[in-house]
């Protein structure tokens, strides 16, 4: 699940391949009852007005990046091919999407593209490791990452730096308000 700024929560029913909406109040709206694979949890955009998700039309295809507009209830694709598109996270202007994608051949690594559509993604990153995005300052200048099970960061002017590598597995990595501290999350090796 995801919260958005209002308070309403958004989240893909388990179970069941719908995207419910749930307000304050506790009352659901489906908001996307079609037939889907979802991976992950829909995110809301900063302004609250979009999700965005990835998702397959079926239980054999990779999953693609789409957004959809809350208010006009339409659904948006912006990632085509047969790569495996997940993953993504807005950028905090809401401009663009940053997600994990196997396009460039081998293993994830982090694209992004503009929210409205235009253009094509763009590589942010190359490994050899997996990467999955977690969370940006909130000016937008530092992406914190999960590759592997070390988190990174990542500046917009593209220098990866490892921020936290040990024999755990840390992951889901949150900046606070302020951007000068961070949560994460870890699991023990056994």
Not at 157 to 180: H, I, Q, V, W, Y
Request: include cysteine; proline fraction near 8%.
């Amino acid at each position: 699940f995801a919260m958005a700024h209002d308070g309403s929560l958004v989240h893909a029913a388990p179970g069941r391949t719908v995207v419910v909406g749930v307000d304050r109040t506790g009352r659901a709206d489906a908001l996307l009852d079609v037939p889907r694979v979802y991976h992950g949890a829909p995110q809301p955009s900063p302004d609250g007005r979009r999700l965005v998700m990835a998702f397959s039309d079926q239980l054999a295809s990779n999953p693609n990046i789409w957004t959809y507009d809350l208010e006009r209830r339409l659904i948006s694709r912006l990632t085509f091919g047969r790569s495996r598109d997940s993953a993504p996270l807005w950028t905090p202007d809401g401009q663009r999407i940053v997600f994990s994608s196997d396009r460039a051949g081998g293993t994830r690594n982090l694209f992004w593209t503009a929210a409205d559509g235009s253009g094509v993604p763009e590589q942010l990153t190359r490994s050899l490791q997996p990467q999955n995005p977690s969370s940006w300052t909130t000016d937008g200048r530092v992406l914190a990452f999960t590759e592997n099970t070390d988190i990174w960061t990542l500046r917009v002017d593209r220098t990866p730096e490892p921020f936290l590598r040990t024999p755990d597995k840390e992951f889901a990595a949150a900046f606070s308000p302020d951007g000068r501290a961070a949560r994460r999350r870890c699991e023990h090796p056994v």
